[in-house]
């Protein structure tokens, strides 16, 4: 996991809530990248927090993690990638974008979420998700 100092103090906004201060990317998109001929490491794509092991694209939106010993993130939606991630690699942004056999987008480019809990993340710590009460809502994009 990459990592650094995480406050919600610096992502205040005057008008409306920002459901974007925090961007988690899961560490095998990067294999599936290298596979299909892209060169991406983490934190090249904009994330904050580079995870491995955790299937944060099929978390519900709500679900807080707790990263490290006392950082709180809770997810509220997909990341919907931008055209600038192909002027960091031409063809990118449709290398992070799928879809469904019934033609529905899927965004793999990782999740958005606020901080509740600030505090500071280091590679290796541990990742605990807590669901939210049932019935989840799946992440959509922010």
Known sequence: ???GAISWKDYLAPTQPNLRQVHLIHSELFTELQEKGFTVAPGQIGENITTE???LLALPTGTKLTIGKSTVVELTGLRNPCTQLDNF???LMA?????????????????MGI????GEVFLGDEIKAQLPPKP????DRV
Do not use: F, H, W
Not at 95 to 111: F, P, T, W
Not at 136 to 139: A, E, M, R, T
């Open 1 to 3: 996991m990459s990592g």
């Open 53 to 55: 092991g955790v299937d």
């Open 89 to 91: 690699q031409p063809g």
């Open 95 to 111: 290398a992070v974008l799928d879809r469904e056999q019934n033609g529905n987008l899927i965004r793999k480019a990782g999740v």
């Open 115 to 118: 901080v509740l809990i600030g």
């Open 136 to 139: 989840y809502k799946p992440l």
